[in-house]
């Protein structure tokens, strides 16, 4: 793709910086003068930065539409040694001011909704102070996206990705001290943290084999020269970007870090699954695609990867009681659908999957908060006493839990806006026509039609699947008696809340208006960026077969979950008795994390203790030790000189004398 400067375009050189500028400039402010301002003013500046952010990236996607060059827009000289220059740089593309819509656009509406979120939050929790903290985090969030999003290298681009890395530790850590023994929040951003550490190990490797191999890190100068070194490189750099991809985008093997994620509050659950972090091993790949085209095999690593990833976290999905976990493997598997097509060499069917994703899976991330924020207030006005359900009290023998889909029931009479955008974005998520997650989802089946038939089937079941968990989720949260005192006494959220839902619910509508069959707006949008891409025409016998499979998962949920009794001891989930082992094997997530913590974390932990004590304790902490001892015992044998006696110096003063002497004269 051609390339100009920024001296020799028009004013988007201008507006490209602030688009960085705007969250950084919002969590300068409220870092210096939130606590002064107060909760209403720290919401709206950050919000407003988000806000500013968006628009700023509308009017770059007006002043290069048509434009098939790239914008490059230098800030400032990085790293210049002899001959290997690291500019920090802005490219403007298609790409990327597509995915700076889509990151600023949705983080605006989840900031607003949490402005209204953490007011009960951080109140729930007992800690008002930490409002103004967790908006900077946010802005910086943000930020960080914006800047890998906006890169026009290798390394500003892993400036941005380690710094969604360092983001979503301290926001899924948030609330450290909660979780089981006080210790299980921060315990589930440490695992996150040291998972994507793996995948960035992956995604450095590749970034030092391209400076080994081409002599540059600039997007242009490596994808111009892709074709002009041994294939073995180029498959090792692509390889390790994979590594790289199943971190970020939690794909397998690196994805048991995602679901623990949920640690964090709601908002934050949003911002990673819907526009920021897990999209990034997405967009990485659509990036580099002149790379992956030149490594077939890589690029069925890829596509093997995202499908495989996709089926497991569906299945998973069908086992999972917290409304939260739900959503955090579908995530999962939505992710396992894009990697899939980017594999394929579908990029435009990927990205798309990635936008209208991003609007329904907000939409249904928010509104699980509004659910449990409901339960929450339910769970206050019943008061304290024993709660007591109607299939038999599943609360007698498990402490309440506001995220637990077996506490809840019946919330459509009670919370009907939020049941309301919750079933579109259901219905969005499990592809139902004609809303947005129908049309992108039929591009990436549509592919894998083309490209490999046993792909083509895994996805086709993992779309099966997903509409069935949805259905599960839907009939169990909202249809039904409630099964709790909570949610019998739950109510509607305040319209800060319910706004940015109805917003999200329009978007996951209307999303499919996007890359419309016959249309493609979006295709050729970023026909000039994405090399090679895999055009996927509009199939109505493939259409109406992922119509087809949609329509019997959510059938099928309704005939298991619509009219049973759910919750009690003995009769837990419809599905536990006739399933047996693998609804169980599906609950506990198919042991993945158990057998990580037997394979790798538990013999790590021993080597560990045992290097500690051999080489460190006894090692180096016992030399520092010996050498300490050693200075004690010379000082305590040269302290009996100093007695405070007079003749005894004069003595030692003559023996000195003497001892000289005698030196003198033997020499």
């Given amino acids: ?39 209403r003013v720290t919401g709206f500046v950050a919000s407003l930065a988000s806000v500013a952010s968006f628009a700023l990236a509308v009017a ?9 060059e790239a914008l490059i827009v230098p800030l400032a000289d990085w790293i210049s040694v002899g001959s290997f220059d690291v ?24 900031h607003v909704y949490a402005t209204g979120y953490m007011h009960s939050d951080v109140r729930h929790n007992g800690d008002p102070g930490r409002y103004r903290r967790f908006f900077v985090y946010f802005n910086l969030f943000i ?41 299980a929040n921060a315990k589930a951003a440490k695992k996150a943290f040291v998972v994507n550490r793996i995948g960035d190990f992956g995604l450095l490797l590749a970034i030092f084999i391209m400076f080994w191999s081409f002599g540059t890190l600039q997007f242009d100068a490596v994808f111009a020269q892709a074709g002009q070194v041994f294939p073995g490189i180029i498959l090792a750099i692509t390889l390790f970007m994979l590594l790289g991809v199943s971190g970020k985008s939690a794909q397998l093997p690196l994805y048991v870090w995602l679901p623990d994620a949920m640690a964090g509050p709601t908002p934050v659950s949003a911002l990673i699954h819907a526009a920021t972090m897990v999209t990034a091993g997405v967009y990485l790949i659509a990036r580099s695609s002149a790379l992956f085209l030149a490594a077939p095999a890589a690029q069925a690593a890829v596509m093997w990867v995202g499908a495989l990833t996709a089926l497991l976290a569906a299945t998973i999905a069908v086992g999972q009681f917290d409304i939260k976990k739900v959503l955090a493997y579908s995530t999962i598997s939505q992710l396992g659908f894009m990697v899939a097509a980017v594999g394929m060499g579908a990029f435009s069917a990927g990205m798309f999957h990635l936008t209208t994703h991003a609007f329904f899976k907000a939409l249904l991330f928010l509104a699980a908060g509004s659910v ?70 039929d591009e990436i089946l549509g592919a894998a039609r083309e490209v490999s038939l046993p792909v083509f089937i895994i996805l086709v079941i993992s779309a099966f699947l997903t509409a069935f968990y949805m259905g599960r989720q839907i009939f169990m949260v909202f249809f039904g008696k409630p099964r ?46 994405l090399a090679g891409n895999l055009a996927v025409e509009f199939e109505l016998p ?8 949609a329509l019997t998962g959510l059938l099928l949920a309704w005939g298991v979950y619509g009219k049973r009794s759910l ?101």
């Avoid at 906006?150 to 609330?175: H, K």
């Avoid at 339960?375 to 023998?397: N, Q, S, Y």
């Fill in 567 to 667: 919750g009690s001891p003995e009769n837990p989930d419809p599905l536990a008795k006739p399933m047996g082992g693998l609804f169980t094997a599906a609950q506990h997530k198919w042991w993945v994390d158990e057998l990580y913590q037997a394979v790798f974390v538990h013999p790590f932990e021993r080597i560990s203790l045992w290097l500690a004590g051999t080489f460190d304790q006894g090692g180096i902490d016992g030399v520092a030790n010996g050498l300490g001892a050693l200075t004690r015992t010379l000082s305590n044998w040269w302290s009996k000189f100093q007695n405070g006696f007079v003749r005894s110096y004069a003595l030692a003063v003559v023996f000195g004398m003497v001892a000289i002497l005698a030196f003198l004269v033997l020499r």
């Fill in 143 to 183: 930020l960080a996206m914006l800047v890998l999003v906006s890169a026009d290298n290798y390394l500003m681009l892993f400036v941005g990705w380690e710094g969604v890395g360092l983001c979503s530790y301290l926001l899924i850590g948030f609330w450290f001290e909660g979780g089981a023994g006080g210790i």
């Fill in 87 to 110: 500019q920090w740089a802005l490219r403007v593309d298609s790409l990327s001011v597509m995915m700076m819509l889509v990151v600023a656009g949705v983080g605006a509406i989840i």
């Fill in 372 to 441: 449990i924020l409901g339960m929450e207030r339910g769970h206050e006005d019943a008061g304290d006493h024993e709660l007591a359900t109607a299939g038999g009290g599943h609360e007698d023998a498990h402490a309440f839990d506001p995220q637990d889909m077996r506490n809840m029931g019946g919330l459509q009479r009670r919370m009907p806006w939020t049941m309301g955008v919750y079933l579109v974005g259901a219905l969005a998520l499990s592809g139902i026509a004609p809303l947005a997650g129908f049309f992108s989802k």
């Fill in 484 to 529: 709790s005192a909570a949610a019998d006494h739950s109510s509607e959220s305040k319209p800060i809340i319910v706004a940015p839902l109805v917003i999200l619910a329009i978007l996951s509508v209307l999303g499919g208006v996007l890359n419309l069959p016959g249309v493609y707006w979006l295709e050729h949008w970023l026909e000039p960026v």
């Fill in 60 to 68: 770059l996607g007006i002043a290069i539409r048509g434009q098939h």
């Fill in 542 to 549: 493939v259409a109406l077969l992922s119509l087809a499979v």
């Fill in 1 to 39: 793709m051609a390339t100009i400067l920024a001296n020799e375009a028009n004013w988007a050189a201008t507006l490209a910086p602030w688009v960085i500028f705007s969250p950084l400039i919002g969590l300068l402010l409220n870092l210096l003068f939130g606590l002064r301002w107060g909760e």
